[in-house]
């Protein structure tokens, strides 16, 4: 497992953006990175996937158009922009990284109001 940092949440009006970012210190590992996310009383759900290179990326449905992963390897960090935000987006969203046994952040929250 590797050590993943998010940061970027918090509290937005529906139509608001944000942007989360998730580094680690990890400096030699080579995965694929993402965003999950948990919405109070509900499963954890992928909101997002992007490979090493940059040159396969997987959104949930619910989000597509909206979200754009990116990643910088040599800044060792993933970014999700979410733009025109929706209550429905709500929840803790966690980074994840696709090593041999999956590491996980702690998580930020975000909170869409109407």
């Known amino acids: 497992q590797v050590p993943l940092v998010e940061s970027g949440g918090g509290s937005v009006q529906a139509g608001d953006s944000l942007s989360l970012s998730c580094t680690t210190s990890?400096?030699?590992?080579?995965?694929?990175m993402g965003w999950y996310r948990q919405a109070p009383g509900k499963e954890r759900e992928v909101v997002a996937i992007?490979?090493?290179?940059?040159?396969?990326?997987i959104y949930a449905d619910s989000v597509k158009g909206r979200f754009t992963i990116s990643r910088d390897n040599t800044k060792r960090a993933v970014t999700l922009q979410m733009n025109r935000l929706k209550v429905e987006d709500t929840g803790r969203y966690h980074c994840?990284?696709?090593?041999?046994?999956?590491?996980w952040g702690q998580g930020t929250k975000v909170t869409v109001s109407s």
């Open positions: 994840y990284a696709a090593t041999q046994q999956g590491s």
């Open positions: 990890d400096r030699s590992g080579i995965y694929d």
């Open positions: 992007i490979s090493w290179t940059g040159d396969r990326i």
